[in-house]
């Protein structure tokens, strides 16, 4: 299975489940390479804007609802691709609608080494939908969010991930980047990059 290729090396969303362990935001962690994650504060706002919009002010909660779609189409992708006992195009609409560049690799890799298992493994037969509960915005405009997480993949695996990795920095892009012909998507945001938190660095600019 083939995606997109993107200025970052992986993500630990998935790639930790196949034994990766360097993620950055803008380069492997190495002395002089980026900064360290910090995090700026963000304004507490109620979200009244439509999600299919970008509002003024981007906050937790407008985010939060952003990822609990993101992360239903990721569950559909996996009860699709279960379903069917590997990709179809459906399955490859689906991703392809919520992540782009490395992300997207990411996953494709994943359900690449789960199709070549006769028993799908380590996918659940019933897969259901991952979770990923926003803590903190990083840093947001109009068209990038860089934002900390817990990150569940444990409701689409039949043995969960190390609780370690479940913490997370997750990068959302205007979703112009990649296409979505069948309108799968309704936020305008893809996921173009996700990580453990202690294994990634935050670029100068990370949302350019």
Not at 98 to 107: E, N, P
Not at 117 to 135: A, K
Not at 187 to 201: C, E, I, N, R, Y
Request: charged share 20%; net charge neutral; proline share 10%.
């Amino acid at each position: 299975m083939t995606r997109l290729g993107s200025r970052a090396t992986g993500g630990v969303r998935w790639t930790a489940l196949l034994g990766v362990a360097c993620v950055v935001l803008a380069a492997c962690s190495s002395p002089g390479h980026g900064q360290p994650l910090t995090t700026v504060p963000t304004a507490s706002t109620t979200t009244t804007t439509p999600l299919s919009q970008v509002p003024a002010v981007i906050d937790l909660a407008y985010v939060q609802r952003v990822m609990d779609v993101l992360d239903h189409l990721t569950g559909e992708a996996a009860r699709e691709f279960v379903a069917q006992k590997g990709p179809t195009p459906k399955f490859e609409q689906i991703i392809e609608a919520v992540y782009t560049k490395s992300a997207l690799d990411d996953v494709k890799s994943f359900f690449g080494r789960a199709a070549a298992q006769t028993d799908l493994s380590p996918l659940r037969p019933d897969p259901h939908d991952p979770t990923t509960s926003v803590l903190r915005i990083v840093v947001a405009t109009g068209n990038c969010v860089v934002f900390e997480a817990k990150d569940d993949l444990g409701p689409i695996l039949v043995k969960p991930p190390d609780p370690g990795t479940a913490d997370s920095i997750f990068q959302l892009v205007a979703k112009n980047v990649t296409p979505d012909p069948l309108k799968m998507n309704p936020t305008p945001w893809v996921v173009d990059l996700s990580g453990q938190k202690g294994a990634t660095t935050l670029g100068d600019k990370p949302c350019g």
